[in-house]
């Protein structure tokens, strides 16, 4: 039997286990990418594990999901960020530059390498042919060291896409199409690969549209083959030697198939409050639209913002709707700004933002009460996007650009509002200039030192496992609870580099007075508990979303599923990712119970299934667990960082 793509990679990489979907595997990473909600926990982490510099071929630091710089917090993670980059050998990417995976798409993502990264949206360079995975800052800071990362050896599913995609029709209603399809839970580890005569129709960005949002299915992550068309793509970054052909094997082997014709597919949208909503956009045609919001690392390339810029040209936004537009990179920016098309933007009545996460991360532009905002981006969770009244509509910068003229959503393929499609033509080669980007010191960098402003605290640490845990549960939550509703983003962000302050807000808008509950509950030594529904834990990786629960005290969460970026973060922090044998058992635990876990270590060690005796109902419930022996000794030794130090 022939290879995959996503296998033939792998196999390049195994530092160890077997390629047998299911078990544990460890890679060897070439790339790392951090961002700076994440990076500064991250290097904090990287520099407690007294390594001189990066082991890694390349790693890169960015910075753009915290710019708006409200206090000095903000700036002085950057300067940390870019200090610790000089010293360590890292690529520090500066504010301004743009959002971390459109910027390394266009100037770092190399076809056949692995890329590991402490965004969630990592897989986007699955668009360049690179086994691109999220995981938390921890595990970047370990891969940086030189250490494997370690993950569920995937089952692959051939994604084969025929024919070719309408007029108005684009790769972001693609993976909507998926999602629908799909949906946002039971796909843990799995990888989606692209394959089939459709491929050839999409460029490299398109492609990149396709893998990032591919996290919103909770799979690994998505990869295309690297064909002639990837090589066009690196050629007009002036990075041809970069290029190398990449396909599977004609009996390729994968787990399932899934054929797609694109000609078939239509506009698609999400509809709120969450990315597996989705509907055709005929279905809410008409609908009075407050905002539009065009960017984001789902739909913010060259390619996006010309078809945005030239549908808005000679045109004006809507009296009644406000248009916001974040192009991805500085080098998009300036070839707007060249070819006119940001003059049209202008002149349309939009709003232009730096090249920043901005609106999609909801560091500004709150949508107003009860407001619909249409937005390009890959995530519509509640209260996201700062506004918990609001509804979030996911779509195509088509139909968003098309809907801030009209003030209402338009179904472009509706006979009655047709138009011609406008002729965009893309260069044959982008604007270079990496000025934006700081080269790591060469040589000895030892000497330089790290600046660090007074919001910047060290990595809080755990205390080894015990065998009796013996608490409360503090909060029960339903179905799909996201890394936001865990730890909000938003306002909250510049509190990243600061777990005594930012973990204040653990489950903030679900439960405010959950965060001093737990902390009370610590300081009397005992255990606090959380109780989840299906999917606990979907959406972003970060880390905090583990690590400010571990400080104020939490021990397990118990849930009916998880998903694996957060059920790994967990482990790293020390906390027991515990999922109902009997997802029936949920109901009859409730806030407050008093709970105690016995032989917890044995039990981990001896693999059998953990029971936790509710003592307020009086009622044993058994947990189950899927936990390597590598976890289980990170979960004794309280964590990643216990266990590294240990050697
Ligand atoms: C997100 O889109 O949710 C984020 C913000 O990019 C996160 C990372 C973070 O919380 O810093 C992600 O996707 O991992
Ligand atoms: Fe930034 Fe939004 Fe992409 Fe996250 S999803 S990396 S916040 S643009």
Known sequence: MGKNITYKI???????????????????????????????????????????????????????HNTLQEGFENADDHRYLQTVAAKYGIYFSRPGNGICHQV?????????????GSDSHTPTGGGIGMIAIGSGGLDVAVAMGGGAFYLTCPEVIKVELAGKLRKWVSAKDVILYILSKISTNGNVNKVLEYSGEGVKTLTVPERATITNMGA???????????????????????????WSVLEADADAEYSSVM??????????????????????????????????????CTNSSLRDLMIAGAILKGKKVSFATSLVISPGSKQVFSMISKNGILTAMIDSGARIMESTCG????????????????????????????????GVYLVSPEVAALSAIKGEVVDPLNAKDKRTFPKVTLPERFDIDDSMIIPPVRGRSGK???????????????????????????????????????????SRLKYRSNINKYSEFVFEGLDPGFASFARDLRDKNKAVFILGGESYGQG??????ALCPMYLG?????????????AANLVNFGILPLVFADKGDYDTLDKFDDILIENVIESFRSNKSLVINNITKGKRIEMKYALSPRQIEILVCGGLLNYTRKG
């Not at 890679?27 to 700076?36: E, G, S």
């Not at 690994?220 to 041809?240: E, G, N």
């Not at 014709?261 to 005929?282: C, F, Q, T, Y």
């Not at 939490?554 to 957060?566: D, Y």
């Open 259 to 296: 054929k797609i014709d694109l000609s078939k597919i239509e506009p698609m949208v999400a509809l709120p409050h969450s990315p597996g909503n989705v509907v055709p956009v005929k279905d809410i045609a008409g609908k009075k639209v407050d905002q539009v919001a065009i960017g984001s």
């Open 448 to 490: 330089l030192e790290v600046e660090r402003g007074p919001n910047i605290g060290d990595p809080p640490k755990n205390t080894p496992l015990t065998g009796r845990l013996d608490g409360k549960i503090g909060i029960k939550v339903g179905d799909k609870i996201t890394t936001d509703h865990i730890m909000p983003a938003g």
């Open 554 to 566: 939490v021990k397990a969460v118990f849930a009916k599923s998880m998903e694996r970026i957060h």
């Open 104 to 116: 390394h798409l266009e100037r770092f993502g190399k076809p056949g390498r692995t890329l590991l």
């Open 10 to 64: 792998l196999e390049k990489h195994l530092m160890t286990g077997n390629l047998k979907p299911g078990s544990e595997i460890g890679i060897r990473i070439d790339q790392t990418l951090t961002q700076d909600a994440t990076g500064t926990m991250a290097y904090l982490q990287f520099e407690a594990m007294e390594i001189d510099r990066v082991k890694t071929e390349l790693s890169v630091s960015y910075v753009d």
């Open 540 to 545: 972003s990786s970060r880390e905090h979303a």
């Open 216 to 242: 919103e299915t909770g799979v690994t992550t998505s990869i295309f083959p690297s064909d002639k068309i990837t090589r066009d793509f690196l050629t007009a970054q002036k990075r041809r030697p970069d």
């Open 359 to 390: 609106f999609c991360i909801g560091n500004g532009q709150a949508p107003a009460t009860n407001a619909v905002s249409l937005r390009t981006n890959n995530r519509n969770f509640e209260a996201r996007s700062g506004t918990r009244s609001a």
